[in-house]
């Protein structure tokens, strides 16, 4: 369905993991997830920046998953508070900013990604 992201992340996962008769296709998994992202569907979101951060079957793109990251963050979705702070962390399609870091890190925690604490702890 064009209008259902989850079933169209559903899809996704189909060609990434060649189930459901569909051979493996990394082109149709990323067409899939922007269906999906493009729907504003944090999870989608998330794991489109997630591929354009590490240029996994796309190009890299910081400014991309940067834009993803935040429009997931309009959601209040925990991982995308997650990933935009490490990208500040590193300097990644933006300046290198502890303090920003810090304070998504926080807000990945308080939405109950316990993964934030250790980084949080690092960082502090």
Do not use: C, H
């Not at 300097?91 to 303090?99: E, I, L, Q, S, Y």
């Amino acid at each position: 369905n064009k209008d259902d992201p989850e079933a169209q992340m559903v899809v996704a996962a189909y060609y990434e993991n060649g189930k459901g008769g569909l051979k493996r296709n990394s082109t149709r998994v990323v067409e899939w997830q922007t269906k999906a992202a493009d729907l504003n569907y944090p999870p989608a979101q998330v794991t489109l920046a997630r591929r354009y951060i590490n240029g996994s079957s796309v190009s890299r793109d910081y400014e991309k998953a940067m834009n993803l990251l935040k429009s997931a963050i309009e959601e209040k979705y925990p991982d995308a508070y997650y990933y935009l702070a490490e990208m500040y962390e590193r300097g990644r399609g933006t300046k290198k900013d502890k303090a920003t870091a810090l304070k998504f890190y926080w807000q990945a925690k308080q939405l109950g990604m316990e993964a934030a604490t250790a980084k949080i702890q690092r960082l502090d």
